[in-house]
């Protein structure tokens, strides 16, 4: 094909039937109604030290 020429099969919509509906996401499927609480004393800075810390432990593995 050369340039500007035009295929048509190769932009043709892709036309589904019904039996394509078993693949539909229902994505409010697991949605929860509620509250998150934290119940941890520990500061912002103790936490993220933590976090460093499985960081590196997990780097030398």
């Keep these: 094909m050369g340039w500007g020429r035009y295929d048509e099969s190769l932009h043709q919509e892709d036309v589904g039937d019904e039996s394509d509906a ?27 030290g933590q976090l460093q810390r499985i960081k590196e432990t997990g780097e030398s593995e």
């Design 22 to 48: 078993d693949d539909i996401v229902d994505v409010h499927e697991n949605d929860h109604a509620g509250t998150v609480s934290d119940e941890t004393e520990s500061s912002t800075d103790e936490l993220l």
